[in-house]
């Protein structure tokens, strides 16, 4: 006999255990449920910019015009001057636009000259006087010696004051000259072309890339970009103060000593600029939310809307819409399915070997793995069963629902089997003895009685159906398509968007909000099926214990 | 017979369209008609095992191409899954393995953890608080696989491969942490159920022995239920088996034995996660199609086999139950 007290402690020690483990369940939900809840929820909530009110007027025709415009004209003011900035900095260092827009000058005095019909001699000598400076601009673009620029800038401007010259196109010419020689002293010339690289990254990142959404969108008067989602700057200040940070800081690669291996720097992007430039990064940090207009927003459409380029912009509507036909039609095979063979298995079951094989047919489905039944579905409904009917053989709603009401068709039979089993047997024999029939005792009895029990078991049907992705994989499920027009089209749907986007490419990385906004509604929408199957089951136990 | 059973029945009553006691004889289409409508629920209520035996007889169909164009022994025993190769390739050792192996896993981390919260509920906790813990454990039930696999994918993974520094995410440790999870609830409601369905008694005689809970529960109530508690393990060993989601999103997806054996940290690839994964690639008829419906037969043979095992078990333990 071991010590008292070590008996009593280690039991007390167990206690604790057996409690713990609840408490980790407990935060495991927690962990789980929480920052999903939490990031999906920004979906709906969030702070949208001005951006989004112009995305919202022009896809959908949200939002009021006037209101729109007076606030696209105060953050258009704002936004001038960093346009200013950036095309002033390019007048030194972007050396292929500056000679192509030299050679557009040089054939549009061309063209002006022969609209004039000058003589020929002149027309000649013109000519010859604006090639040569339009090739000594261009040597001066591509120089790399402020006094060799300065030298070819000066004879340019030599033939400012050529009569001949002026009231023409070619005075632009001397403009850009000039331009170029002020810009071009404010800058290291001999990094011309990592300043032309770097000023286009910043352009990137403040308009858009090929690829990409920026900051404050694509500059006015430009011509749209094919990408709906490239048209619009951020939608969402979050967004907006990632693409801020990205801005202002760059990460490099440095080696700080010798011999070591790199390590990962973060500097600030202004570094990599002239001072010409440097007041943009503190204009820009200073008055981005003036420029954006970040403003609480309630995007409660996101549950009805279409998504725009794999779901940069706009919701999950058909992805709804596709899960609820889903479940409604798999629910209108299921449901007659389930409660016909419960109430057989309770009224009219005998012990015999029959029952015995179809209790053990109904544990056995229960046990298929769901992948099983996605195959399952493609080797019989799709590819048997409808080329039999004269139908399409491809995946689709129909097939879809067909096979999940296959594999939930075990939890609608056990949740009826007990719910007409938990019918007290007074009730029967009262109406058995009042002369009704079996079959009228089940109708107008046994079942309403049951009712509330068999509901609870729809309502966990109906939400293993919306659940499941891996048997609707092969048998109706697309990743993007159209909204389906019939029971024979394939959809989109919560469960398999979820999946896409999880582990989706780039794009759906950088919205997560929309990411955790189709699985969370998709969470949510689960839990609060199961949470009224939970409470109706408590009520119907409470009542049927009453008795 | 006919005739003593004539004598007690009563005569209709004026409104009622025939006499409430049959035989076949005094009401011949009352009779065939309560026998066909018997026969028509009989076989609406067949249509769950229809559906097993066409679920097995579909897969097995389609797989049939495979079975016997190519080598069993090779898709058994070959570790080089290449069914894209000219010519193509089809071991499945290594796929087989990983399921096995991130399932096994899985019930590492959630057969204690289940037996533990088992007890708490049966013997611990009051009816009130039982029920008021109860509800976590089915949400994490109905919490759908897809929303699991993108944790696993998006939250769980990144977290991995920093704390820890694996070279990716997405491994055997990820797959099967989610999959215990996800055993869990299936666990502990097996378990819970054949612990508490053992009676006070066995209980009672113990403690006035003069044991405390612990050494109750440890020397008597687990050793009684342990039927029960075997098809627990057992159940839930199928949901983390048959899983697909979880495995697919968060395993790694490389066809590869873990070497050395314990490494948790390597990716694998299941058998769910390869048919989910490979079926849309592979086309109408081919071999490789072939190949994925066999993996489902076996597949549907480890689960068939693990649903008898747990019959088995949960009869005996609903034998235990009764006699106690």
């Known amino acids: 006999m071991r010590n008292l007290h070590v008996r009593g402690q280690l039991d007390r020690v167990f206690t604790a255990t057996t409690a713990l483990s609840i408490v980790l369940l407990t935060l495991v939900l927690v962990a789980i449920l929480g920052p999903m809840v939490y990031r999906g929820s920004s979906a709906v909530f969030f702070q949208g910019t001005v951006e989004f009110r112009k995305m919202q007027k022009n896809l959908f025709g949200r939002g009021n015009e006037q209101a729109l415009n007076a606030e696209v004209a105060e953050t258009d003011q704002l936004r001038r001057q960093v346009y200013q900035m950036i095309d002033g900095f390019k007048k030194g260092v972007d050396v292929e636009a500056l000679s192509e827009q030299v050679r557009e000058i040089y054939r549009q005095f061309g063209q002006e000259l022969r609209d004039k019909n ?380 979820s999946y896409d986007m999880a582990v989706g490419d780039r794009l759906a990385m950088m919205v997560p909000h929309n990411q955790y906004g189709m699985v969370v509604t998709l969470v949510l929408l689960i839990l609060i099926l199961n949470g009224a199957a939970i409470v109706l089951r408590t009520r119907v136990f409470k009542k049927l214990r009453g008795h | 017979m006919n005739d003593s059973n004539a004598a007690f029945t009563l005569a209709p009553a004026a409104d009622s369209p025939r006499p409430l006691a049959l035989t076949p004889g005094q009401d011949l289409r009352g009779y065939l008609s309560a026998l066909l409508g018997r026969a028509v629920l009989f076989f609406i209520t067949f249509s769950s095992v229809l559906a097993v035996l066409l679920i097995l007889v579909f897969v097995v169909i389609r797989s049939v191409g495979f079975l016997s164009g190519s080598s069993i022994v090779e898709f058994l025993a070959s570790q080089n899954w290449r069914p894209t190769a000219e010519p193509p390739v089809f071991g499945a050792l290594a796929i087989i393995v990983g399921s096995l192996y991130v399932s096994f896993a899985a019930l590492v981390f959630a057969v204690p953890l289940g037996i533990l919260a088992a007890v708490f509920l049966s013997d611990i906790v009051s009816w009130k608080v039982r029920n008021v813990v109860k509800p976590i454990v089915e949400i994490l039930a109905a919490i759908p696989s897809v929303a699991y696999g993108f944790f696993a994918v998006l939250v769980l993974a990144p977290w991995l491969q920093k704390q820890f520094g694996f070279s990716t995410g997405t491994n055997a440790l990820n797959a099967s942490l989610i999959l215990a999870i996800m055993a869990l609830p299936t666990i502990i409601s097996v378990a819970e159920d054949s612990i508490s369905a053992l009676g006070r008694e066995l209980r009672e005689a113990s403690y006035s022995c003069g044991a405390t809970r612990l050494e109750t529960i440890v020397r008597v109530v687990i050793p009684a239920a342990h039927s029960g508690i075997i098809a627990a393990v057992v159940l839930g060993m199928m949901r983390a088996i048959g899983e697909t989601m979880v495995v697919w999103m968060a395993s790694g997806n490389a066809p590869q034995i873990p070497h050395p054996w314990w490494d948790l940290a390597q990716s694998v690839r299941t058998l769910t996660a390869t048919i989910a994964g490979e079926m849309g690639e592979a086309p109408e008829t081919s071999l490789h199609r072939g190949a994925l419906f066999a993996m489902g037969v076996l597949l549907l043979l480890m689960t068939l086999g693990m649903n008898l095992v747990s019959e088995y078990f949960l009869a005996r333990a609903k034998k235990a139950g009764g006699r106690t």
């Not at chain 1, 981005?288 to 725009?308: E, G, V």
């Not at chain 1, 095979?333 to 419960?342: C, D, Q, T, W």
Request: hydrophobic share 45%; with cysteine.
């Open chain 1, 118 to 497: 000058v003589p020929t001699g002149q027309y000649t000598k013109l000519r010859e006087l604006t090639r040569r400076i339009r090739d000594k601009l261009e040597t001066a673009f591509h120089s790399q010696d402020i006094n060799e620029i300065k030298r070819a800038v000066a004879e340019v401007l030599k033939e400012a004051d050529n009569p001949h010259l002026k009231g023409t196109s070619a005075e632009k010419f001397f403009a850009l000259a000039r331009q170029f020689l002020q810009a071009a002293g404010q800058i290291d010339l001999s990094k011309h072309q990592e300043y032309a690289a770097a000023v286009q990254e910043v352009e990137g990142i403040l308009f858009h890339s090929d690829s990409l959404p920026g900051l404050l969108g694509p500059r006015p008067g430009e011509p749209p970009a094919p990408l709906t989602m490239l048209r619009y700057g951020a939608t969402r200040w979050d967004q907006a103060q990632v693409l801020l940070d990205r801005f202002l800081w760059v990460d490099q690669w440095v080696q700080e000593k010798p011999g070591e291996p790199l390590v990962l720097k973060r500097r600030p992007r202004a570094e990599l600029f002239p001072e010409s430039l440097r007041p943009l990064f503190a204009y820009v940090e200073q008055n981005a939310d003036k420029m954006l207009h970040p403003r609480r927003t309630i995007y409660w459409q996101f549950l009805i809307d279409d998504n725009i380029n794999s779901h940069y912009f706009g919701g999950i509507g058909p992805e709804i819409l596709g899960t609820m036909l889903i479940t409604v039609v798999g629910m209108l095979f299921v449901i007659p399915l389930g409660i016909i063979s419960a109430a057989y298995l309770v009224e009219c079951a005998s012990d015999g070997w029959t029952m015995r094989i179809i209790r053990m047919g109904i544990n056995t489905l229960a046990g298929v793995p769901s992948i099983v039944f996605g195959l399952f579905g493609l080797a019989f409904f799709v590819l048997f069963l409808f080329p039999a009917l004269g139908f399409e053989p491809k995946p689709c709603i129909l097939a879809a629902s067909m096979t999940l009401a296959v594999l939930t068709l075990p939890v609608m039979i056990r949740a009826s089997e007990e719910a007409i089993r938990s019918v007290p047997a007074s009730y029967k024999e009262g109406s058995l003895a009042l002369g009704a029939s079996r079959f009228h005792t089940f109708v107008a009895v046994t079942f309403p009685a049951a009712l509330p029990g068999i509901l609870t078991g729809v309502i966990l049907s109906l939400s293993r159906i919306a659940g499941e992705t891996a048997p609707i994989l092969f048998t109706g499920a697309v990743s993007l398509g159209a909204v389906p027009h019939s029971v024979f089209d394939p959809t989109r749907t919560l469960s398999y968007g």
